[in-house]
């Protein structure tokens, strides 16, 4: 279960989200610009909230008096639009990279099962120049995956891909969702992905996320 109590500045604008997310996926949901980014950022560590709290699993990760867990040690999975992959890397390797700096105990994920999950296989020998958005995609929800978190968080994942490309992917989500018994924050501006995808939408509108939405 995460828990989300925060606010931050930016610029002129203030950013609030009051939730709660359990396993499966929970939609932010609003136009560009409204704050979506921002608040899976300060969920991540990347953006330090002025006030409020962060619990994962009961575990605090913020709290503005005393506590703010550094990113690395959140056991958050992130999948960004722009996929942000090892050029350099095969499929393999970048699938691996966060999966071999875990502790054997902390390895919940095995990357057969991954690989099986988004039908990586064929893809494993390539480099993501090779690959399709939606291929890049999935080794990059793929690679997130394989650090074993506790809650993944999704960026617009389909944004920058054609709606032939979405039709190929949005069914590894769904399989992703019912799978995977994880919490994921899914940010969107498409309603039907939406739709499609989660059991709760919480609308952000002008920087303000919640209360909670069916």
């Known amino acids: 279960m995460l828990e989300v109590n925060v606010s931050v500045m930016r610029g002129e604008l203030t950013i609030t989200a009051s939730f709660k997310a359990d396993t499966g996926v929970t939609a932010l949901f609003g136009h560009s610009g409204a704050g979506k980014t921002t608040i899976l950022n300060m969920i991540a560590g990347v953006v330090k909230p002025r ?31 722009d996929r942000r992959l090892f050029p350099h890397l095969s499929v393999h390797s970048n699938l691996l990279y966060g999966f071999n700096l875990l502790a054997q105990n902390l390895r919940a994920q095995q990357p057969d099962d991954v690989i099986a999950l988004l039908d990586l296989a064929p893809l ?91």
């Open 51 to 81: 006030t409020g709290k962060i619990t994962l699993n009961g575990t605090t990760l913020f709290d503005a008096q005393r506590i703010n867990v550094p990113p690395e040690h959140r056991r958050i999975g992130y999948v960004f639009q």
């Open 124 to 214: 494993l020998a390539r480099k993501p120049a090779n690959l399709s958005g939606g291929e890049q995609q999935r080794v990059a929800i793929g690679r997130a995956l394989l650090t074993s978190p506790q809650l993944l968080l999704m960026d617009e994942p389909l944004a920058s891909l054609d709606s032939a490309r979405k039709g190929e992917i949005l069914p590894y989500l769904e399989r992703l969702r019912d799978t995977i018994r994880l919490p994921i924050i899914y940010v969107s501006h498409d309603e039907r992905e939406v739709q499609r995808l989660a059991a709760v939408t919480i609308p952000v509108v002008d920087g303000v996320a919640g209360p909670l939405g069916p």
